[in-house]
């Protein structure tokens, strides 16, 4: 399989998989600070706890646990160096901005 067929597999796979996951806006919330609980949020309002749909939510926590982060940052700092930014790098950066946590500050 050459790069361009790897790309287009992984991208499909990828739809697919989103495709038969919880849908909706994931958002942590709950009463606990150190047990929140992830809902998941419709464009009709309604809500979802994501730990009550975990035949449709495992695989997708599986596939994207924190093993990706190393890759997918290196792809996003490949993207930065090209001239022009690829619009579809930009465009996951941005959606990864929205959905990440600000670092909080260390205190000395």
């Given at each position: 399989?050459?790069?361009?067929d790897?790309?287009?597999?992984?991208?499909?796979?990828?739809d697919a998989?989103a495709?038969?996951?919880t849908?909706?806006d994931?958002?942590?919330?709950g009463?606990?600070?150190?047990r929140?609980e992830?809902v998941a949020?419709?464009?009709?309002?309604?809500t979802?706890?994501?730990?009550?749909?975990?035949?449709?939510?495992?695989?997708?926590?599986?596939a994207?646990?924190?093993a990706?982060?190393?890759?997918l940052a290196?792809?996003?700092?490949?993207?930065a160096?090209?001239?022009p930014?690829?619009?579809a790098a930009?465009?996951?950066?941005r959606?990864?901005?929205?959905r990440?946590?600000?670092?909080?500050p260390?205190?000395?």
């Amino acid at each position: 399989m050459d790069a361009r067929d790897l790309l287009r597999t992984a991208a499909d796979r990828l739809d697919a998989l989103a495709a038969r996951t919880t849908p909706g806006d994931w958002r942590t919330g709950g009463l606990l600070a150190t047990r929140p609980e992830v809902v998941a949020h419709s464009p009709d309002g309604s809500t979802e706890h994501v730990a009550e749909a975990r035949a449709g939510s495992g695989a997708w926590i599986a596939a994207l646990s924190p093993a990706l982060a190393a890759p997918l940052a290196a792809w996003l700092r490949a993207a930065a160096a090209e001239r022009p930014v690829d619009p579809a790098a930009e465009a996951f950066a941005r959606a990864l901005l929205a959905r990440l946590p600000r670092p909080v500050p260390r205190v000395p």
